[in-house]
């Protein structure tokens, strides 16, 4: 059974930086591009990062190019997202998710077979 677990989501002044993570199982995550799409209060879902399977190549929305960095550590099956100068519109759920479609910079969620349950990220003073 696939699973992807997120965690380290949270409250964050503007400014502010927080680390998400996503725990992989029941797949060969070494082998899946890997991304992560977020979804605002009464928003569609909105692509924000991918990165391809090796680690070597990654693509980043507009919206958080140079304040974000995604990685992944394949011996750990673990995914991640450097967030920095967090701004109030990054408030949303973050879920990492396997997309279809090699290096996908797509927004819909059928363009993911698998996602996990998602972590909050509130930016706030």
């Known amino acids: 059974e696939v699973q992807l677990v997120e965690s380290g989501g949270g409250l964050v002044q503007p400014g502010g930086s927080l680390r998400l993570s996503c725990a992989a199982s029941g797949f060969t995550f070494g082998t899946y591009d890997m991304s992560w799409v977020r979804q605002a209060p009464g928003k569609g879902p909105e692509w924000v990062s991918v990165i391809s399977s090796g680690g070597g190549r990654t693509n980043y929305a507009d919206s958080v190019k140079g304040r974000f960095t995604i990685y992944r550590d394949n011996a750990k099956n673990t995914l991640y997202l450097q967030m920095d100068s967090l701004k109030p519109e990054d408030t949303a759920v973050y879920y990492c998710?396997?997309?279809?479609?090699?290096?996908?910079?797509?927004?819909?969620?059928?363009?993911?077979?698998?996602r996990g349950q998602g972590t909050q990220v509130t930016v706030s003073s």
């Open positions: 998710a396997t997309p279809k479609s090699r290096m996908s910079d797509r927004n819909g969620w059928y363009e993911y077979s698998y």
